[in-house]
């Protein structure tokens, strides 16, 4: 069965706002490593069963996150099961509403976030970043909150990372025609493949 | 005119040879005794005599009702054992011995004795266990318990009982039966390594099995060039590993390492699509077939695992057993290969099972897959098997099989031999009390002899 890259399609909000991010994760897998990957990607509600076979879903947006009560009880069953949830706030900013509203609704359904270490192995797990988690140019030109993030976050369920939470917009970073990649110095969607790599082999 | 004396002599005559007559008749009678008793002797001693059986019993706490002395005293030449139970170790034991001294064993019982048959194992779970097989001739309820007392009443149908418990504390007694438990290695010395590329059944599998309690080392492909994992070891080695798991993907460098590891004594799980790789082919169960998707959304109902993609066995290799079957294709299957075993599981995505199935199925997929893997690992010899000799004269796994394997089968209907026949003439002659009777009826009779001359 071949890996397939799912975004999460949530009831509030703007879900489907990095819709170039899919593709492009897919294209760096496909090119540096001999996973099978599904050639695209799938578009899965967060209150569906079906989210449960796609155990990397990830999960963005700009504007206020609200679950359902079904969303919530099925993120819980998600993440206790085994699966890896990665969110990326769009807006990069730590008093924007998507960060305020989803790191609550996480906090309810799962507990509360804590920083990754910038030692940890998902910064190992293919490429190294030796830094943590590599900086984006949003936060590097001083837009949204002017900061730039040193940790992720995280929230573990059964002793396993379950969600990973980024402030750092690698929904904006990665958000283009992976055609595009060529004008790149240094392909930033490395960082996706470490994701992927993660999410299957912890 | 007769004398005084004459009138006088006349009667004492007469009652001298009267007694005289007696006297001989007497004497005659003992030296008749006396040669009669000689010949009687003489016949004892040159016919041969069949020996009155020696009874001896075996009561319902499976020991022998006599002294061993006093049967080694006896010199019977048959024996007859009549069983109210089955006998213990130590007399059969003494029972073996007394027939291959040359002596006949007759083996009776009044009725059927019940057959019961049990094994214990401890399982490889993280909380420990012990699992328990008994099978019985009837249906019956017996009571298991061990050093530490009384663990359960169990039921066993025709079918025999299948169950779990704890950890034992030392033997386990099951009605008659009784059985030191079979330890299996620990997970501390069966190391598991899983081999594949990168995918999320090779994820939730080492999952499971470091749920199961299992010591897992990983190598998956990421690339051609690059392969990841945990623990020190990448390829298989027989000092460090008891079991590789091949999943579809595996480098090839560790897949040609396999069939040496399986026939050294290893055991080797290939699953799915693996079965295909040229490189197991001389030790897979058999050539895998067409790949059958599996139901979606099955792996959530009553048979979680319809809901799987399966690549079927569909030729079994010489020498495999099939295990488990999905709509009439094979659907696990196993052979051994030298020493060692290989296990063929066609299931290629178990991990929607634990994922998407329903609130049970982590458990259960995690303990399916450490039965397979508990299946194909080969047990710690011997010392797991070594009991005590206190245990050894008790614990009996199959106390009727082992009666059946050293003493035959008993007859059914001990009434019947108990009433045997009577001895025979030259068996009741005692000698000692022959010769007796004929010396002391010869002396007697020699002496009266001689008394009759004197008078």
Same mark, same amino acid.
């Given at each position: 069965?071949?890996?397939?890259?799912?975004?999460?399609?949530?009831?509030?909000?703007?879900?489907? &706002?990095?819709?170039?991010?899919?593709?492009?994760?897919?294209?760096?897998?496909?090119?540096?490593?001999?996973?099978?990957?599904?050639? &695209?990607?799938?578009?899965?509600?967060?209150? &569906?069963?079906?989210?449960?076979?796609?155990?990397?879903?990830?999960?963005?947006?700009?504007?206020?996150?609200?679950?359902?009560?079904?969303?919530?009880?099925?993120?819980? =069953?998600?993440?206790?099961?085994?699966?890896?949830?990665?969110?990326?706030?769009?807006?990069?900013?730590?008093?924007?509403?998507?960060?305020?509203?989803?790191? /609550? /609704?996480?906090?309810?359904?799962?507990?509360?976030?804590?920083?990754?270490?910038?030692?940890?192995?998902?910064? =190992?797990?293919?490429?190294?970043?030796?830094?943590?988690?590599?900086?984006?140019?949003?936060?590097?030109?001083?837009?949204?909150?002017?900061?730039?993030?040193?940790?992720?976050?995280?929230? /573990?369920?059964?002793?396993?990372?379950?969600?990973?939470?980024?402030?750092?917009?690698?929904?904006?970073?990665?958000?283009?025609?992976? /055609?595009?990649?060529?004008?790149?110095?240094?392909?930033?969607?490395?960082?996706?493949?470490?994701?992927?790599?993660?999410?299957?082999?912890? | 005119?007769?004398?005084?004396?004459?009138?006088?002599?006349?009667?004492?005559?007469?009652?001298?040879?009267?007694?005289?007559?007696?006297?001989?008749?007497?004497?005659?009678?003992?030296?008749? #005794?006396?040669?009669?008793?000689?010949?009687?002797?003489?016949?004892?001693?040159?016919?041969?005599?069949?020996?009155?059986?020696?009874?001896?019993?075996?009561?319902?706490?499976?020991?022998?009702?006599?002294?061993?002395?006093?049967?080694?005293?006896?010199?019977?030449?048959?024996?007859?054992?009549?069983?109210?139970?089955?006998?213990?170790?130590?007399? %059969?034991?003494?029972?073996?011995?007394?027939?291959?001294?040359?002596?006949?064993? +007759?083996?009776?019982?009044?009725?059927?004795?019940?057959?019961?048959?049990?094994?214990?194992?401890?399982?490889? %779970? @993280?909380?420990?266990?012990? %699992?328990?097989?008994?099978?019985?001739?009837?249906?019956?309820?017996?009571?298991?318990?061990?050093?530490?007392?009384? #663990?359960?009443?169990? @039921?066993?149908?025709? @079918?025999?009982?299948?169950?779990?418990?704890?950890?034992?504390?030392?033997?386990?007694?099951?009605?008659?039966?009784?059985?030191? *438990?079979?330890?299996?290695?620990?997970?501390?010395?069966?190391?598991?390594?899983?081999?594949?590329?990168?995918?999320?059944?090779?994820?939730?599998?080492?999952?499971?099995?470091?749920?199961?309690?299992?010591?897992?080392?990983?190598?998956?492909?990421?690339? *051609?060039?690059?392969? #990841?994992?945990?623990?020190?070891?990448?390829?298989?080695?027989?000092?460090?590993?008891?079991?590789?798991?091949?999943?579809?993907?595996?480098?090839?460098?560790?897949?040609?390492?396999? *069939?040496?590891?399986?026939?050294?004594?290893?055991?080797?799980?290939?699953?799915?699509?693996?079965?295909?790789?040229?490189?197991?082919?001389?030790?897979?169960?058999?050539?895998?077939?067409?790949?059958?998707?599996?139901?979606?959304? @099955?792996?959530?109902?009553?048979?979680?695992?319809?809901?799987?993609?399966?690549?079927?066995?569909?030729?079994?290799?010489?020498?495999?057993?099939?295990?488990?079957?999905?709509?009439?294709?094979?659907?696990?299957?196993?052979?051994?290969?030298?020493?060692?075993?290989?296990?063929?599981?066609?299931?290629?995505?178990?991990? !929607?099972?634990?994922?998407?199935?329903?609130?049970?199925? *982590?458990?259960?997929?995690?303990?399916?897959?450490?039965?397979?893997?508990?299946? #194909?690992?080969?047990?710690?010899?011997?010392?797991?098997?070594?009991?005590?000799?206190?245990?050894?004269?008790?614990?009996?796994?199959?106390?009727?099989?082992?009666?059946?394997?050293?003493?035959?089968?008993?007859?059914?209907?001990?009434?019947?031999? +108990?009433?045997?026949?009577?001895?025979?003439?030259?068996?009741?002659?005692?000698?000692?009390?022959? !010769?007796?009777?004929?010396?002391?009826?010869?002396?007697?009779?020699?002496?009266?002899?001689?008394?009759?001359?004197?008078?």
């Amino acid at each position: 069965m071949k890996f397939t890259f799912a975004t999460v399609q949530y009831e509030s909000g703007d879900w489907d &706002s990095a819709p170039l991010l899919a593709a492009n994760v897919i294209d760096a897998v496909a090119r540096y490593t001999s996973i099978d990957v599904a050639p &695209s990607g799938a578009i899965v509600p967060l209150s &569906s069963e079906a989210l449960l076979r796609y155990p990397l879903a990830y999960l963005t947006g700009h504007l206020p996150v609200r679950f359902t009560a079904a969303e919530r009880a099925m993120l819980r =069953k998600y993440c206790d099961r085994g699966g890896l949830l990665f969110v990326d706030d769009h807006n990069h900013d730590v008093d924007g509403v998507f960060h305020k509203t989803c790191t /609550e /609704e996480l906090g309810q359904a799962l507990g509360p976030l804590a920083n990754i270490p910038n030692t940890h192995p998902l910064y =190992k797990a293919f490429f190294t970043f030796r830094d943590g988690p590599p900086t984006t140019s949003h936060e590097l030109n001083g837009w949204g909150d002017n900061l730039v993030h040193d940790h992720l976050q995280g929230i /573990e369920r059964n002793g396993r990372l379950a969600v990973i939470y980024s402030s750092k917009d690698y929904s904006s970073e990665w958000s283009f025609h992976p /055609e595009n990649k060529k004008f790149l110095s240094v392909d930033n969607t490395r960082f996706g493949v470490n994701l992927v790599v993660y999410a299957l082999t912890r | 005119m007769p004398s005084r004396a004459d009138g006088l002599s006349a009667p004492v005559a007469t009652s001298g040879a009267s007694s005289t007559q007696v006297l001989r008749v007497v004497g005659a009678a003992l030296h008749g #005794i006396g040669v009669v008793c000689m010949l009687l002797l003489a016949w004892r001693l040159f016919t041969p005599v069949q020996d009155q059986p020696l009874s001896a019993a075996v009561s319902t706490s499976g020991t022998l009702d006599q002294s061993v002395a006093t049967l080694l005293r006896s010199r019977r030449d048959t024996i007859e054992v009549t069983l109210d139970a089955v006998p213990d170790a130590r007399s %059969r034991a003494f029972f073996r011995a007394v027939r291959g001294s040359g002596h006949v064993l +007759r083996v009776t019982a009044p009725r059927v004795l019940p057959a019961l048959a049990v094994a214990a194992e401890e399982e490889w %779970r @993280a909380s420990g266990g012990t %699992r328990l097989q008994v099978v019985a001739a009837d249906s019956a309820r017996h009571a298991a318990q061990d050093a530490a007392g009384l #663990i359960d009443s169990i @039921a066993i149908d025709s @079918a025999g009982l299948r169950t779990r418990s704890g950890p034992l504390a030392g033997a386990l007694h099951v009605g008659r039966a009784g059985v030191a *438990p079979l330890v299996a290695t620990s997970p501390t010395e069966a190391r598991v390594l899983v081999l594949g590329s990168a995918t999320w059944e090779s994820r939730f599998l080492v999952a499971a099995l470091e749920e199961a309690g299992w010591p897992v080392d990983v190598a998956v492909s990421l690339s *051609p060039k690059v392969t #990841i994992g945990q623990g020190a070891a990448r390829l298989p080695s027989r000092d460090r590993h008891a079991i590789v798991v091949l999943l579809p993907g595996a480098p090839s460098s560790a897949m040609a390492a396999l *069939p040496a590891f399986v026939r050294s004594g290893g055991g080797v799980v290939i699953v799915g699509e693996a079965a295909r790789s040229a490189g197991v082919a001389a030790i897979r169960a058999g050539a895998p077939g067409a790949t059958m998707r599996g139901e979606v959304g @099955a792996e959530a109902g009553d048979e979680p695992r319809h809901g799987l993609d399966l690549v079927p066995v569909a030729t079994l290799a010489p020498g495999s057993v099939a295990l488990e079957s999905r709509d009439g294709r094979v659907a696990v299957a196993a052979r051994r290969v030298g020493a060692g075993r290989v296990m063929q599981v066609g299931y290629d995505n178990s991990w !929607l099972w634990r994922m998407a199935g329903d609130d049970q199925s *982590p458990d259960a997929h995690r303990r399916w897959w450490s039965a397979l893997l508990s299946g #194909i690992v080969s047990q710690r010899e011997p010392e797991s098997r070594i009991v005590t000799t206190a245990e050894s004269d008790t614990l009996d796994a199959a106390p009727v099989a082992a009666l059946a394997r050293d003493l035959g089968l008993p007859t059914v209907g001990g009434g019947a031999v +108990r009433s045997m026949a009577s001895p025979s003439l030259a068996a009741s002659l005692d000698p000692r009390w022959l !010769l007796a009777t004929a010396l002391l009826s010869l002396v007697v009779s020699w002496t009266l002899r001689r008394w009759r001359g004197l008078a």
